[in-house]
């Protein structure tokens, strides 16, 4: 079976993640797959394997979990360390026909806990580590069995001790019942359990096998991203089905990164917008270790130019590109726009992208107050197709309220120009009086001083934007170049400098902002 033929029958079909690994093998079973970790539940398996090898571990875990009572139709909560046999749990529980439900490690036990009891009694697949955090929850009343990868714990089902368990046919789920559960990223709180089914995950695939098709060789491709996010889940797929061998990475300390693409050596590279900014120092490393990088990648939160740039000047390839790529996990992807090394400094960091080819998303922008939306006025950003999210998990009513027919309501704000590009502004919910962007503010501050790792512009405790910024190693920043690189935004109070490790953020490292803005509020609280 080629990788188009099996395409072809994803789109028909539906992406179903237990069935993938058996689909990429029959493709090509020699395409390799590089680790820069052990698997937790595998430790033996090494940090090479091909694609046949990851096809067989799931199969062998598919009929451990069997054995341990998992039967179709049932929900299997995920919530274990970071590590890559979490894609892999995750497709052996979807191979014997169960709802995988995708938990960050980065959630605290009290938010697991509202989770669990919002899925309603389902199987708890975790590890030694995170079963041992979660020892203040009453698991038992919780959950239906809780099963441990990687340990022994009383009142639970060692995967271990099930080695060896008879292999069981794989069950398909139905193409538009729930197949992987993932959850928003919770910048406002508890998060959101989004529902996806084997139709809405396979058609996402449809714009990114055309991005893939600009590279001609089976080089490696590198994914960095949270192996429990939605993104994980189209990322390995095309990946594999095109034969490219993998690096799939759990680090994302720039030194680490660095030995990893130079063994590699990498021509695609998928991370998230923050570690690319954290990755920026590698640029100037005489090694080059972004030198074979033809595409770079990002499709969680619009990126800044000036990062963009440097990474594209630190790569050796003719015609290297950055390919930016707006959505969300209730929409997937819905505009995209490419960057290039001699044009990516000067772009304009709130055009996100065009609607990509017929298949793909359609974009509406939609007034706030009757006036046509624009620059000045930006409206609500809608996205339709058949690849939005089937609900949210236990929360109907909410998903009904972001639901207008075919279309959706992302939250987010923008405009669209004459030539119809997508500029994003803000979230409606961080928009600050007075300011048309946040966002834009911290793209053009950014690009003018280097010695910023993160600006983040929130709204103060009256009414004012506040930028919040952390600098290289922490060091005190330089007010003077402040001033002169922030002219243009007069209504910005003065600059509040926090260690990088203070920064609250989500599994996928944003920052939340209203988490930011509340402490500007306890302060003031304090004072009075």
């Known amino acids: 079976m080629k990788g188009s033929v099996a395409y072809r029958s994803i789109q028909k079909r539906g992406l179903h993640i237990g069935l993938l690994p058996e689909m990429a093998a029959a493709v090509n079973p020699a395409t390799p797959i590089s ?77 697991v806990g509202v989770l669990l009891e919002r899925v309603d009694q389902p199987t708890l697949l975790t ?158 490393d005489p090694r080059a270790p972004f030198g074979s990088v033809k595409v770079f990648s990002s499709t969680f939160d619009a990126i800044h130019p000036a990062t963009m740039s440097k990474l594209l000047h630190a790569s050796d390839r003719r015609g290297a590109l950055f390919f930016q790529i707006y959505g969300q996990s209730e929409v997937g992807p819905a505009v995209g726009r490419a960057y290039f090394r001699g044009s990516a400094h000067k772009a304009n960091g709130r055009c996100v992208g065009w609607a990509m080819p017929k298949g793909a998303a359609r974009i509406r922008v939609v007034s706030r107050d009757g006036n046509p939306p624009s620059e000045t006025d930006p409206g609500y950003i809608d996205v339709a197709w058949d690849g939005i999210a089937k609900t949210y998990f236990g929360e109907q009513d909410r998903y009904d309220t972001n639901r207008d027919g075919e279309w959706w309501r992302t939250g987010d704000v923008g405009y669209r120009t004459r030539f119809g590009c997508l500029h994003l502004l803000d979230r409606e919910i961080d928009m600050i009086p007075g300011v048309k962007s946040s966002l834009e503010i911290e793209d053009v501050v950014l690009g003018r001083l280097r010695e910023l790792t993160e600006l983040v512009v929130v709204q103060g405790p009256k009414g004012e934007p506040v930028p919040v910024i952390c600098t290289v190693d922490d060091r005190p920043l330089d007010l003077d170049r402040w001033r002169t690189a922030a002219a243009e935004f007069p209504r910005l109070a003065d600059p509040v400098q926090i260690p990088q490790a203070e920064l609250p953020r989500t599994a996928t490292l944003k920052v939340q902002r209203l988490a930011l803005a509340r402490r500007f509020e306890n302060r003031l609280q304090e004072q009075a």
């Open 35 to 111: 680790l820069d970790h052990d698997l937790g539940v595998l430790p033996e398996a090494g940090r090479r394997l091909t694609v046949a090898q990851y096809a067989d571990h799931v199969d062998d875990l598919a009929g451990r979990l069997w054995a341990a009572g998992v039967r179709p139709d049932e929900r299997v909560v995920i919530y274990k360390t970071a590590n890559a046999d979490h894609w892999m749990l995750a497709a052996a529980v979807s191979r014997v026909g169960g709802v995988v439900v995708n938990l960050s490690p980065a959630l605290d036990p009290a938010t």
């Open 127 to 284: 590890d030694g580590a995170k079963f041992d955090h979660l020892a203040d929850l009453p698991l038992a009343d919780l959950t239906r069995r809780v099963i441990v990868s990687d340990a022994d714990r009383p009142g639970t089902v060692p995967l271990a001790g099930l080695a060896g368990s008879p292999r069981v046919a794989p069950v398909v789920r139905p193409i538009d019942e729930a197949a992987v559960i993932t959850h928003t990223s919770g910048t406002t709180g508890i998060p959101k359990l989004v529902v996806h089914t084997p139709r809405t995950q396979g058609i996402r695939l449809v714009p990114q096998w055309r991005l893939l098709s600009l590279m001609r060789k089976k080089e490696t491709v590198a994914i960095n991203v949270p192996f429990v996010h939605s993104r994980m889940v189209a990322a390995m797929s095309l990946a594999l089905l095109r034969e490219y061998p993998v690096l799939l990475m759990r680090e994302t300390g720039p030194a680490e990164v660095a030995e990893q693409f130079l063994r590699h050596r990498p021509a695609f590279v998928e991370a998230l917008p923050n570690s690319l900014m954290e990755w920026e120092e590698l640029a100037d």
